[in-house]
């Protein structure tokens, strides 16, 4: 029997999520990186923010807490400036109860690089969750380059 808990048991990014009349959940396409391209004359040098619709998923076992935790979903960007992107709540009821999360949230990325999505369980780090947005540019007759 665990001596802690809520224990964190999946914590990604995908493309989409099934969730079945019992619950279970089939992730489609877990991601780690986002490819941003641009073509043409007019292909910007550096990449023009963007807006990305995300879905997370956070599941949960309880563990041997028991009662009302928060939960949180935190974003720190290439250049370390930190924002929180989802909060909420979940009952633990013990042992291998357990609760998911299907978060679906926009995320205004305005830099590409590594960004960490932190998760946070009564404000404790349980885990990060990396994920890489690359440029590429390509200009009418040059091969495609990606920014150094």
């Given at each position: 029997m665990p001596?802690?808990?809520?224990?964190?048991?999946?914590a990604v990014f995908c493309e989409s999520v099934i969730e079945g009349k019992d619950g279970t959940l089939s992730l489609i396409r877990i991601i780690?990186?986002?490819?941003?391209?641009?073509?043409?004359?007019d292909a910007p040098v550096e990449m023009p923010p963007l807006t990305q619709q995300m879905t997370a998923?956070?599941?949960f076992k309880s563990g041997s807490a028991q009662g009302r935790v928060n939960v949180s979903l935190g974003m720190e960007k290439p250049d370390t400036e930190t924002e929180t992107l989802w909060s909420g709540s979940m009952l633990a009821e013990g042992n291998d109860r357990g609760q998911?999360?299907?978060l679906r949230f926009p995320v205004a990325f305005t830099l590409e690089g590594l960004y960490w999505f932190h998760v946070y369980v009564e404000d404790q780090?349980?885990?990060s969750m990396p994920l890489r947005l690359l440029y590429t540019r390509q200009v009418a007759g040059s091969s495609p380059s990606k920014k150094p």
């Open positions: 001596t802690t808990g809520p224990l964190l048991q999946t780690d990186r986002i490819m941003v391209a641009a073509s043409g004359a998923v956070l599941t998911n999360f299907v780090l349980v885990t």
